[in-house]
């Protein structure tokens, strides 16, 4: 029993450790990228499966940003088709973008 | 560290969000595993010098006895005692307010590893107290061994398993110490993210009460905590086994 509270211990730690470790890669943008016409944005909603267009030969995971409050509603964007592939992502400073 | 690739993405202008926003439309997913590197990274560093230091100060007070071990228990009972919140408070008030990034997080690498330094050296003072008294140890006095040689070789050795799990029960409290410091504004400074920077939103009252998304670094630490108990159990409850299998 302690072998087996070990092992998850050290594998949550892990894990966690990881992601940290690799956080450019699993991280879309960098962490000083702004967007300042999106503030506080709640989670994108993940679409698993494509309800549109099933035999569309688009792959299933697809992700679309959920309608925000916050922001301005009539502007909602469609993403693109592209979750779980690689992309190189925009790396902007908020010097830059000011 | 720069990367250009990435797991996922999607092509502008489209954003994906995975733990919402912040308040500049700041990824808070790419800020919390980056605010990890620095608060993970405290942690580790400040248990390191902690322990060198309990190390250090328990071997010498538990070897050599005498007006040392009264100095340095003295000096124990003194860090034990102190307000360490306060005493942060205190130091980082004496700074100037506009340090860099490299400065402010040494500083409080510093001050946390060495104010908590205390407990451990007690620890190691009495497992030293009682590994000197062995007669393999007198055996090895008798036959001239130096004191320097003593200590490597046969009092360190014991006292690796406790400051294992020293280690696994100091690096979650500097964790939170680094988040505690941090949502008070005393850790690193904008834009760079750490778990309690990130957290110090939730100061304003309606983000606290409608972006739930925002306490995603509270949760992280959850598990952090959770499995640095775990272990430092197993470390304790097992004892010598679980130790020598993972030394």
Not at chain 1, 55 to 71: D, H, K, Q, R, Y
Not at chain 2, 90 to 101: D, E, H, Q
Request: a positive charge; one cysteine or more; aromatic letters at 12%.
């Amino acid at each position: 029993m302690k072998r087996i509270s070990l092992m998850m211990s050290l594998l949550c730690l892990a894990v966690i450790h990881l992601l940290v470790l690799l956080a450019g890669f699993f991280s879309s943008y960098d962490y000083a990228a702004q967007n300042r016409d999106l503030p506080y944005c709640p989670p994108t909603t993940i679409h698993w499966v494509n309800k549109e267009a099933p035999c569309s030969g688009i792959p299933s995971f697809i992700v679309g940003l959920s309608e925000v409050e916050n922001f301005n509603a009539t502007k909602r964007i469609n993403a693109s088709p592209t979750l779980f592939t690689f992309s190189s992502g925009e790396r902007s400073t908020p010097s830059a973008e000011r | 560290m720069t990367w250009d690739r990435h797991l996922f993405g999607v092509d502008p202008p489209a954003r994906v969000f995975l733990m919402g926003s912040d308040g500049y439309g700041r990824d808070l997913f790419a800020r919390l595993l980056f605010g990890g590197q620095i608060s993970l990274l405290a942690g580790l560093v400040a248990t390191l010098l902690s322990l060198t230091f309990g190390v250090i100060l328990g071997t010498l007070a538990g070897f050599y006895g005498g007006w040392s071990d009264a100095i340095i228990m003295r000096c124990v009972e003194l860090f034990l005692a102190l307000p360490w919140l306060y005493l942060l408070l205190a130091i980082r008030g004496l700074l100037p307010l506009r340090t860099s990034l490299a400065q402010a997080f040494l500083l409080f690498i510093i001050v946390i590893g060495l104010v908590g330094w205390a407990r451990p050296a007690r620890l190691i003072r009495g497992v030293v107290l009682s590994v000197k008294e062995r007669k393999h140890l007198l055996a090895a006095r008798s036959f001239g061994a130096s004191d320097l040689y003593l200590v490597r070789r046969h009092v360190l050795p014991e006292i690796r398993g406790l400051l294992l799990t020293q280690a696994a029960l100091l690096i979650p409290q500097y964790v939170l110490a680094e988040v505690t410091l941090s949502f008070l504004g005393l850790g690193v400074g904008e834009p760079v993210p750490s778990w309690g920077g990130i957290l110090a939103t939730l100061q304003q009252y309606h983000v606290l009460v409608s972006k739930w998304w925002m306490f995603f670094p509270g949760l992280i630490l959850i598990p952090v905590i959770l499995s640095y108990g775990m272990l430092s159990n197993s470390l304790q409850g097992d004892g010598p086994q679980i130790r020598s299998w993972i030394e």
